[in-house]
Every structure is written in C-alpha cells, then in structure tokens.
C-alpha cells in the first residue's frame, strides 16, 4: 500500500504515545510509510523500547512541544506556540492522519481519524471544572470544538471509550497487545507498585498501612517491560496506559487517586463493572484472600486473551476503514 501514515499523540503523559508507537510496528510490517509525532518528554521515556526493536528503524519520528487543548490539564502556565512549519507540512504531506485523541492536527491533515478512548473537547466539555483560567483557554477550546466537524472516522477502544460530544462514524477496535506477550517472561514478586502516571496529576496523600502486606515503591507500570519480575498488584491512576500494562501483564490494577477527573471514574467504573480490579481499602485490610485475588487474574487472562490483539491485525482492521 503505497500511502504515508502519520501518527500524532496526544501530549498529555506517556500512554497515548507508547500506544501509537506500538500500533506503528503494524503499518511497519506491512511496508507502509509511517511517522510519529510525539514531544521531546515522551522520547525520552520511550528511547529503550524503541532501541528495542529493528523494525523502529524504519520509523520516522517527529518531535515537537506539548501542543493543543490538553496542555491546560497540567493547569499549568503554558505559552500557547504556533505550530513549526515542519510540522504542518508533515502533516499536509500525510495521506492520513491518525491521532490519539489530540484534534489539532485535524486542521493540517488531508484526511484525520481518531484513535483511542475519548478527545480532549469531551474530556472538557464533561470535566467542567477541569477548564483552566488562563484567558486562552476558550480560544483553543472552542477551535478544537469546531475541528470534530473535520474527523473522518474514529477508532474507539472496546470497552473504555467515552463517547465524543459530536456524531463520528466510528469502528470498535480491541485494545492492543504489545509487541510480545510479557507475561511468559515474567516471575511475580511480593511487591506493591504505586503507579502515579506521567502527569504529576491526581496523586493521593499515602502512608504507612502500604506496607502491610506488601513491600511498596513507587515504579511506574510501563517499567514492567524491563523488568524480569512483576508485581503482586499495582496501586495508582486509573489512566489506560496503566490499566493496558497490567492486563498485558497478568497484574491486579487497584484505583487510588485523588480529586475529580470525569475520565479517570470512568476508567475506574470500567474495570471494577468487569470484575478485573479490588477496592484498594479491602485490599490493605486484608478482606481479599489469595483465591479470591487468583480468580481475578485468571479472569484478567481471559479477558486479555478475548478483548487484544495485536498490532499487525488492529492496523488491518484500521485500513479496512480509512
């Protein structure tokens, strides 16, 4: 298929990235153009498992700033950059774009699709008291808002999508698997992860009763790839990318995170409907015994095993609808 695919992630943390990264290999494999345009933060984090592979030689990445709507979720003081003429002409270039859930690039691109669970203008829309005070919010707000009208299709997560504030045609994809499977290369240990994400946001006060039962550090769940043992369960954010690493890997997610996040409950609600994660004070008290907390992995390998796939065939699914 003689096309150029372009992939942008959204800016926000490290999730929507490692997911396009991973989802590249399938347009790689089948001999497509591909690029990837993530920010410098998420490279960095993401240099070994790129080392990792041959076939990311192949891949051309693009780096900018934290860019778009969701740069206001750190409700930082942020400097609203224009976009690099580089950058704009990579994507007019571009037969698709593909973005996990960051709408800028619509306004570039020749023909744009989603992908992921949710988009930034939803993510605001819901989280009303999320929307930062810093007199250009609206402004961006409002364009993005306007830029829904340019996508062409979605590609929604089975499962955790949130529906979007406007109509798109959109197609339900499995989650993505990874590259191999991680859990035939691992040992379990008798450790407690707390995984906080990259975002530096929702992170509650802790304390002493973490280590109770278990030995706790805090490790980020992304790190299980370099690692020759995991965890018993994994404590922290309910972002998908953390939720995706422990299914991936066989481990119990336990929700823990403060504040008030429309996204991240929903996230939440999604995994304990399923039957695949504990609350996190019955887990401390010792009120789940360890049948109990095997039952839920071999449920959590069942579902990994009916609800993923891998990238190879996600992407064949993706061209069947571009």
Known sequence: MSVKITLVASSNGLGHARRLLQLSTGFLERGIQTCLIITQSQSKKLQFEIAGLEIFRKLELHLIAPTGLEVFASKKTTIRRPIETSTVE?????????SDNSLW???FSKKFYLFGH??????????????????????????EKE???????WFKMKDFHIESQRKIKSVEIPILKYHRDPKKYKSRTNQMWLSFGTTGRNVPKLDESLNQMYQSQQLESWRMDYKNRVPEVIVGRPGIGTIRDCFANNVIFVPLWNGVDFELEHNEEV???????INFKNLISGGVSEN???NIRSDIDSYWNQSSAMPFSV???VLENL
């Open 118 to 143: 949710f988009d930034w203008v939803t993510y605001f829309t819901k989280n009303k008291n999320e929307k930062n005070t810093l007199l250009d919010f609206e402004e961006v707000y409002q364009k």
């Open 292 to 294: 109990a907390l095997n």
């Open 315 to 317: 992407v064949g699914q």
């Open 90 to 98: 990579l994507l007019a270039s571009s037969d698709f774009t593909i």
């Open 271 to 277: 995994v304990m409907n399923l039957g695949l994660s």
């Open 105 to 107: 690039p619509a306004e």
């Open 147 to 153: 830029l829904l009208r340019e996508v062409s299709g």
